[in-house]
């Protein structure tokens, strides 16, 4: 799976983009004597990601380029994942009714609720995105506390001026995040 990953080096923006770069760069920074804390994180969900940077250049950006295994015969693997699921008779028993059976009647239930939620599930998203950054690079800046209360009640232009006086690389990536939150 391919990341677009982002590295920060201290309150700088390192390098930004698929792992194998990201991962050469800050290698490479190492390498040429780079002494702040480097933190790697996903670009969307801002998970902290680690590297393995061991080897040269040309290894490590063998190690993260993806290629694809070849495909055999037979049918395309899907992608179903089987759990276990805990319902009561009644609802076993209107499941069964359904046309296609319990699966199918499952998976649309859960199309239509995912579509229904969509828009409260992506500013929730965006703001727990943008509060583990700032929690991880920004949490001894001034006003962190209150940008974060800002940022949870939805108000961007006391967020955008709490966290003004913030380094501009923090800054301005916590305000991308933030943005589809509000």
């Given at each position: 799976?391919?990341?677009?990953?982002?590295?920060?080096?201290?309150?700088?923006?390192?390098?930004?983009?698929?792992?194998?770069?990201?991962?050469?760069?800050?290698?490479?920074?190492?390498?040429?004597?780079?002494?702040?804390?480097?933190?790697?994180?996903?670009?969307?969900?801002?998970?902290?990601?680690?590297?393995?940077?061991?080897?040269?250049?040309?290894?490590?950006?063998?190690?993260?380029?993806?290629?694809?295994?070849?495909?055999?015969?037979?049918?395309?693997?899907?992608?179903?994942?089987?759990?276990?699921?805990?319902?009561?008779?009644?609802?076993?028993?209107?499941?069964?009714?359904?046309?296609?059976?319990?699966?199918?009647?499952?998976?649309?239930?859960?199309?239509?609720?995912?579509?229904?939620?969509?828009?409260?599930?992506?500013?929730?998203?965006?703001?727990?995105?943008?509060?583990?950054f700032m929690s991880a690079m920004a949490g001894d800046e001034p006003n962190f506390e209150e940008a974060s209360r800002a940022l949870f009640a939805g108000?961007?232009?006391?967020?955008?001026?709490?966290?003004?006086?913030?380094?501009?690389?923090?800054?301005?990536?916590?305000?991308?995040?933030?943005?589809?939150?509000?």
């Amino acid at each position: 799976m391919t990341h677009t990953l982002i590295a920060f080096a201290g309150p700088r923006r390192l390098a930004e983009g698929d792992t194998a770069s990201v991962a050469v760069a800050i290698r490479q920074a190492q390498d040429s004597g780079e002494a702040a804390s480097i933190f790697v994180f996903d670009r969307t969900s801002s998970h902290v990601v680690d590297l393995d940077l061991r080897g040269t250049p040309a290894e490590i950006r063998a190690r993260y380029t993806a290629i694809d295994p070849p495909r055999g015969p037979g049918r395309p693997k899907l992608g179903v994942i089987a759990r276990e699921v805990t319902l009561l008779p009644r609802h076993w028993d209107w499941l069964a009714a359904q046309p296609g059976g319990a699966s199918v009647a499952l998976r649309k239930l859960v199309d239509e609720a995912r579509h229904a939620s969509e828009e409260k599930d992506r500013i929730r998203d965006a703001r727990e995105s943008a509060y583990r950054f700032m929690s991880a690079m920004a949490g001894d800046e001034p006003n962190f506390e209150e940008a974060s209360r800002a940022l949870f009640a939805g108000d961007r232009t006391k967020f955008g001026t709490l966290i003004e006086a913030w380094p501009q690389d923090v800054r301005e990536h916590a305000h991308k995040l933030a943005e589809p939150g509000f």
